[in-house]
């Protein structure tokens, strides 16, 4: 019941850019996104909402196409600090994470 | 300051024992979630609860038990630790079920020998 993300991990330049998708089985009320840095707690990028819109945060943004349950995490010009990883979150009345994806930003 | 606190880091336990995983958070929030985290497998979601003494499972709640007696705690509890439940174990909570971004502790790392 996870959600299922793609790529499992990428590595760029900086100021490249990257996508990082997600998609659902299930029908979802929103999607969330979390980037978690080493040793740290996952932080809250984002959250989605029904209705296809898009979100962002600094140069990082999102959208939710609702009919096809997917999610797509939109990196521009890639910053050292955007290393971590990504999970998106599938939210009905629970929430259920992705694998999630590495992403390596080198300078 | 928002805040979720798990009560211990670093546990290292031994096969058979009892281990009890606790999170207590200050916002009021009426949701509460236990994830595992493990490499390349997410964060699968344990256990979470609506309210006090409500509970529903996850995608892998067996070995797991949870106990939710007053809103602002929610203990996870392995009745019989195993050592394929050595993992990092992440708690977090949120004011919506429904579009509420979820904040989370720490993390405690559970070794069991």
């Known amino acids: 019941q996870q959600p299922v993300q793609s790529p499992q991990a990428v590595i760029l330049r900086e100021g490249e850019d990257a996508v990082i998708n997600c998609s659902s089985s299930?029908?979802?009320?929103?999607v969330h996104w979390y980037r978690q840095k080493h040793g740290e707690a996952p932080v809250f990028l984002m959250i989605?909402?029904?209705?296809?819109e898009q979100k962002g945060h600094e140069k990082i943004s999102a959208s939710f196409n609702e009919k096809k349950q997917q999610s797509s995490l939109y990196l521009t010009a890639s910053q050292l600090s955007y290393s971590g990883t990504y999970f998106c979150?599938?939210?009905?009345?629970?929430?259920?994470f992705g694998a999630g994806t590495r992403l390596t930003v080198k300078p | 300051d928002v805040k979720v606190t798990q009560s211990s880091r670093y546990l290292v336990k031994r096969t058979g024992e009892k281990v009890f995983l606790e999170c207590v958070q200050d916002?009021?929030?009426?949701?509460m979630f236990w994830y595992r985290q493990d490499p390349g497998l997410g964060l699968r979601l344990i256990y979470f609860?609506?309210?006090?003494?409500?509970?529903e499972k996850g995608d892998i709640p067996e070995g797991y038990s949870v106990s939710r007696e007053k809103k602002e705690r929610f203990s996870l509890i392995l009745e019989s630790a195993s050592t394929n439940q050595t993992s990092m174990y992440l708690c977090?909570?949120?004011?919506?079920?429904?579009?509420?971004?979820?904040?989370f502790g720490e993390g405690s790392r559970l070794t069991v020998l």
């Open positions: 977090a909570s949120s004011f919506l079920a429904r579009g509420g971004e979820l904040f």
């Open positions: 916002m009021d929030h009426e949701n």
């Open positions: 989605l909402l029904k209705g296809g």
């Open positions: 609860s609506y309210d006090v003494k409500m509970k």
């Open positions: 299930k029908a979802l009320y929103s």
């Open positions: 979150g599938a939210n009905n009345n629970d929430m259920r």
